[in-house]
């Protein structure tokens, strides 16, 4: 899939026109994984945020007693990684593939700033939709922790 | 149309999932989170459309095994 056609379909990037996912697209990199790589771990020093194309991936969080919980599964056009560009902080969690291939485009977060801050129309747009996208993980939560 | 998808496990005894879909889930769809397979309870918007997204809730029960082996 073209990397333009598939940015269109993810909702980070809603709003931006063909040129503008253009300059998005100059900056990913395409990365797969096979079921059970370790993508990122929780605690990591976090360098770069990634767009979900293709198979899932666990969320997987690790409590101070060691034990891991399995969170939430994140499949096609969600994003990962990208508290780190809002808070700079590290890893809150381990990621896992998922399934037989699972496709990834990664953007680090040094060109993403700096596209968004060489654009600002980009750089608006992506951070509204950042904010968006939080606030829908929270409802998630929110809905799981209230059915269970 | 692009349906972003909050799926909820109705026991909470697995995780559920987020992800897009092509077509809007409805009730009695089944549909993979991780391994586990799951059947639609319930739909329902939990948030505006807007532009070509659609935000959609969904509570699923797991399929119990011998049934998706059927």
């Known amino acids: ?148 | 149309m692009i349906y972003k998808v909050s799926y909820i496990v109705n026991d909470g005894s697995k995780p559920g999932s987020i992800k897009n879909e092509q077509e809007r889930p409805v009730i009695g769809d089944t549909v993979h989170i991780g391994v586990h397979e799951f059947r639609v309870v319930d739909v329902y918007e939990i948030m505006p459309p807007r532009d070509d997204f659609l935000y959609l809730h969904a509570t699923v029960e797991e399929v119990a095994e011998t049934e998706a082996h059927a």
């Open chain 1, 1 to 148: 899939m073209e990397v333009v056609t598939m940015l269109k379909q993810v909702d980070l990037f809603r709003g931006l026109d063909n040129s503008q996912l253009e300059l998005v697209g100059q900056i990913t990199v395409q990365e797969d994984f096979n079921d059970g790589d370790v993508i990122f771990e929780q605690g990591d020093h976090a360098g770069k945020m990634y767009i979900v194309s293709e198979g899932q991936v666990e969320i997987i969080v690790e409590h101070s007693d060691g034990q891991q919980n399995p969170v939430v599964f994140l499949g096609t056009g969600q994003i990962i990684g990208e508290m780190t560009l809002v808070d700079e902080g590290k890893r809150s969690a381990t990621v896992k593939a998922s399934g037989e291939m699972t496709r990834l485009y990664s953007i680090l977060n040094t060109k993403f700033v700096e596209l968004c801050r060489s654009n600002t129309d980009i750089g608006y747009m992506i951070m509204r939709n950042i904010a968006q996208d939080m606030s829908f993980k929270l409802r998630h939560r929110g809905f799981e922790a209230k059915d269970s």
